[in-house]
């Protein structure tokens, strides 16, 4: 199974970026799928997440209406639209797909991306 993250990149702050996640999984409608980040030094935080079906989404507070998750079950992908971005958002983000319902915790993640860097410059 490999979850290959991607669309990281050095941007401005204010600008917009898109992350897509190419997932390997057979049955990918089955899994929860998720984008978290690390900046260095501190740990990795959960930022969105969505269902199977793509029917339901969960945020955490901090990117409510300037993140967006989205997935395409026909292309095993998943993705995280990212606007007004801040200094504060420069970390790695990670893909992650867990065989379950909504969860916040990293530990029940089953399979994690290898993670895209972005960097937002003032």
């Known amino acids: 199974v490999q979850l290959q993250a991607s669309g990281g990149g050095l941007v401005q702050a204010g600008d917009s970026l898109r992350l897509s996640c190419a997932a390997s999984?057979?049955?990918?409608?089955?899994?929860?799928m998720a984008w978290f980040r690390q900046a260095p030094g501190q740990e990795r935080e959960f930022l969105a997440a969505?269902?199977?079906?793509?029917?339901?989404?969960s945020y955490k507070d901090f990117v409510k209406g300037r993140f967006t998750i989205s997935r395409d079950n026909a292309k095993n992908a998943v993705y995280l639209e990212m606007k007004r971005l801040k200094l504060e958002d420069t970390a790695s983000y990670y893909c992650?797909?867990?065989?379950?319902?909504?969860?916040?915790?990293?530990?029940?993640?089953?399979?994690w991306g290898q993670g895209t860097l972005v960097t937002v410059s003032s």
């Open positions: 999984l057979r049955t990918f409608d089955r899994y929860t």
């Open positions: 992650a797909a867990h065989q379950g319902g909504f969860t916040e915790r990293p530990s029940r993640y089953e399979y």
């Open positions: 969505v269902t199977g079906s793509g029917l339901s989404k």
